[in-house]
């Protein structure tokens, strides 16, 4: 862990309003955080996959993006957001956002979830999807497409290092594909280029790849031009069927969890920014109107 992220972490435990919030152990809907719009994508399959749980998603749309942010930054924003998100009632939070789970869930596992409330769980979409992918590959060789931040984080080839030490990874960031998105740009033909050069990188720097990571939540949004810029037979692999089918699995395997989500089939939305903004773009990864509230945090 680097030393930055231990100084926050040290005083962040001392001082944080959870360690002192006599938090209750009553059931409470399953938390769902990105710090933007990407991990709707996630809570969508995540509600497909099980409908019957309540869900609260906190956007913290306000301080993104977290890509190009520090270790020191994500870890405190995110540290806040769950923080906010336990006080809501979650006992259970997803950080559906791949640059929280790269610089700051094993952090938040390891060194402040046993002194803030040990029986409260933070899960992260890296580890689920490395796992999967790495009994896709056949050649041994995949590619990672993500922001800046997860690419400079490593996460991605470290996590595929501990299940197959003979896989390479070979990642590509993809700077401008957020913003694409984010601006409802992403089907037009001005992002075509920016799709065929990252593609292109990332294809010359391994020939040899056959499984493409899409290591953003955003990303699932460019699915269809990332394949037709693809040689055919590559697989390109999004993360939300694989976070949902891995959360499903974790909740059978740990009753203890299950059983303090509640389930009423609802969903709330918030956001630490303007709720008519966050309402307007939302729809461009979700098929229905919503309704945000907004949220305070740190």
């Not at 994508?41 to 409908?51: A, C, F, G, S, V």
């Not at 960031?173 to 990332?202: Q, R």
């Not at 956001?271 to 309402?279: A, R």
Request: net charge negative; aromatic share 8%.
């Amino acid at each position: 862990m680097p030393e930055q992220i231990q100084n926050i972490q040290s005083e962040n435990t001392v001082n944080s309003p959870l360690r002192a919030s006599g938090l209750s152990a009553a059931p409470g809907p399953i938390g769902i955080f990105d710090s933007g719009y990407g991990g709707l994508t996630i809570l969508e399959k995540i509600r497909t996959e099980l409908p019957a749980y309540d869900y609260i998603y906190l956007g913290d749309n306000a301080r993104t993006p977290y890509g190009t942010r520090s270790f020191d930054v994500v870890y405190k924003y995110t540290l806040e957001c769950v923080t906010r998100m336990f006080e809501m009632g979650c006992q259970l939070v997803v950080l559906a956002c791949n640059t929280a789970s790269a610089k700051a869930l094993r952090t938040i596992q390891q060194h402040d979830l046993p002194v803030l409330d040990p029986h409260r769980r933070v899960l992260g979409v890296i580890r689920p999807t490395v796992e999967a992918v790495g009994t896709m590959t056949l050649t041994n060789h995949i590619g990672l497409l993500a922001t800046t931040g997860t690419v400079q984080s490593d996460s991605y080839p470290l996590e595929i290092q501990k299940i197959n030490n003979d896989i390479i990874v070979t990642s590509e960031a993809c700077p401008m594909w957020v913003p694409l998105i984010e601006n409802n740009e992403h089907l037009s033909t001005g992002a075509d280029y920016f799709v065929w050069k990252n593609v292109k990188n990332l294809m010359d720097a391994d020939p040899m790849i056959d499984t493409i990571m899409l290591g953003c939540t955003h990303y699932p949004l460019l699915e269809d031009k990332i394949k037709s810029y693809l040689p055919e037979g590559i697989r390109v692999v999004s993360q939300g069927d694989i976070v949902a089918k891995s959360l499903a699995d974790y909740l059978v395997r740990h009753p203890e969890m299950e059983t303090l989500c509640t389930k009423n089939a609802s969903c709330k939305y918030f956001t630490t920014e303007s709720v008519e903004k966050f309402s307007s773009s939302a729809s461009i990864f979700l098929n229905e109107e919503i309704r945000a509230e907004h949220i305070a945090v740190g």
